[in-house]
């Protein structure tokens, strides 16, 4: 019984046994492990001129579509809209008339009073919205969906000598 498992494997042996055939055997594997660095060789050199043409090609392209598309000189907003400067300086706005093109308007409202509080209310064509009373130096955004049409602009706390309007065509 215990014969019988033990003699295939040693039969098998000497069926391997003949040295020409290790050697045969030994030979094609390394022959062909070369050809298999090279094929790696080249399709790593083929991998980096394709990620080289890849990267070198889109960002352009996104540039390309990102710079022509604002028509205002102002720079994108978060929005996807246009971005419109305006600052608060000697209790005064400076620009007091904005222009913008209808859609998303992002208004970057600068105090730059040290120690006096300003705000930016914008009102008109279904638009209520303003940003907090902040003493200056202060920065806020204010994010306006606007339709063509004139909007008026005021500081809560200073409604007298801080106004002006706001044209959207
Ligand atoms: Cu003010």
Redesign the pocket.
């Known amino acids: 019984m215990r014969a019988r498992p033990f003699s295939p494997p040693l039969a098998g042996p000497g069926d391997i046994a003949p040295p020409a055939a290790i050697g045969r055997e030994g030979s094609t594997p390394e022959a062909g492990s070369l050809c298999m660095a090279r094929l790696w060789a080249l399709l790593a050199a083929v991998a980096l001129v394709a990620a080289a043409c890849g990267g070198d090609s889109d960002p352009p392209a996104a540039g390309g579509t990102t710079a022509p598309a604002s028509t205002e000189p102002g720079p994108t907003g978060p929005g996807g809209g246009a971005t419109v400067d305006l600052s ?1 300086e000697d ?1 005064a706005f400076s620009p007091s008339s904005l222009e913008a093109d209808a859609g998303p308007v992002t208004i970057r409202f600068t ?1 730059d ?1 040290d120690g ?4 930016l209310h914008v009102t008109g064509a279904g638009v209520d919205q303003k940003t907090d009373i902040r003493p200056g130096p202060a920065t806020q955004r204010l994010a306006l969906e606007l339709e063509p049409g004139t909007y008026a602009f005021v ?4 409604p007298v ?2 106004k002006g309007e706001l044209i959207v065509r």
């Open positions: 608060a209790t105090n009073d006096i509080p300003h705000n500081c809560e706390v200073h000598q801080m």
